[in-house]
């Protein structure tokens, strides 16, 4: 075998491995909501959701809002273009120039869609440049037309090592896999899909390592009737304050989630309910005064708390401790938290 066949052989193979890695994620962006969490596995590489921290988490649901911004008529010119196959390169290079022509920001967007990379218009522009002739140059070596989106793949990922995770799939479904796997949409912090997740982790971590924690369940009192005289847009903005607050008078390892309409959770890893009380009442009396001070109403919570391992070892145990306890709270006159 000739040097020349060799490196055939071993370029054909590398663009197997990409095709593959293609299929995978136009795979992903069809999956449905009973395979939603095995999707967040896939997106993720290199960091499942369950350990990316808060933080992080929003500022990616803000990154891809921002996507969801974009001009429609572009994203979908620009799926059609990374979409088909067959066509050939010539005629994606005069797609690309008229494209380019109309809009000033064409090329920059074109890589953030497909392959996660902000870039300045005019680097965009030469990247371009660089991977349509790196296609062409395999398409002459291969003695037949390059795949545009195997070029950019094995142009971007193997060639130059742009990225270590390229996420090129269908953009909309993307979006909704991240703005929706694990972020409460209207709050901002986890929902409930990542609450059963993680509190199933943190026991198996505290079984581990013999630590105890804390499950805070809570809902507002008199939520329906804040809706009912202050309209829903009030009370929308009210579950905002209580999510910043949240997060605010909790401990950056303290996760908080919103599981209901107005009903939320905190995990507490590593406490007792003693230390647990001095937390929660530190809540309870910023989100009193914080209501007072911006909606002229004072929001008030009822709750329970259970503790790891002393009341449960089991989530579905722990939960409905914690629910009963605060079912308890209404019943005793609301605006109090039961602990035993």
Not at 54 to 67: C, P, V
Not at 172 to 185: C, G, K, Q
Not at 261 to 277: C, D, M, Q
Request: net charge negative; hydrophobic share 35%; proline share 2%.
């Amino acid at each position: 075998m000739s040097n020349l066949e060799e490196v055939l052989k071993s370029r054909e193979e590398e663009i197997q491995k990409l095709r593959e890695l293609l299929e995978l994620y136009e795979r992903v962006s069809k999956l449905g909501e009973v395979e939603l969490l095995a999707a967040e596995q896939t997106l993720n590489a290199h960091e499942t959701t369950a350990n990316l921290a808060r933080n992080e988490l929003i500022e990616m649901r803000d990154r891809f809002k921002g996507l969801g911004q974009l001009n429609s008529e572009r994203k979908t010119a620009i799926l059609e273009i990374v979409n088909d196959r067959q066509a050939p390169l010539p005629s994606l290079a005069t797609k690309f120039e008229e494209m380019g022509k109309k809009d000033d920001y064409f090329y920059s967007d074109f890589f953030r869609i497909i392959a996660n990379l902000d870039l300045p218009e005019s680097e965009a522009r030469s990247l371009w440049k660089e991977v349509y002739s790196h296609a062409e140059g395999i398409s002459k070596q291969l003695g037949r037309s390059m795949n545009f989106v195997v070029a950019l793949l094995d142009y971007i990922y193997l060639k130059n090592r742009l990225i270590e995770n390229p996420k090129i799939v269908d953009i909309y479904s993307f979006e909704e896999i991240i703005l929706n796997a694990v972020i409460d949409e209207g709050t901002g912090i986890y929902n409930r899909r990542y609450f059963n997740l993680v509190l199933n982790k943190e026991i198996t971590r505290s079984k581990r390592y013999q630590r105890d924690f804390c499950l805070f369940l809570f809902d507002l009192d008199n939520f329906k009737k804040i809706n009912d005289t202050k309209g829903h847009s009030f009370g929308d903005d009210i579950l905002k304050l209580v999510a910043g607050t949240l997060m605010y008078a909790f401990r950056t390892e303290d996760i908080s989630c919103r599981v209901g309409g107005e009903e939320f959770t905190v995990i507490l890893p590593e406490t007792s309910k003693a230390n647990a009380r001095v937390a929660i009442e530190r809540f309870r009396t910023y989100l009193r005064n914080s209501s007072k001070n911006d909606f002229g109403i004072e929001v008030t919570v009822s709750g329970g708390v259970s503790e790891y391992p002393k009341d449960g070892e089991e989530s579905s145990r722990l939960y409905s401790i914690s629910d009963a306890r605060l079912y308890e709270a209404k019943s005793l006159g609301k605006d109090r938290i039961v602990y035993e």
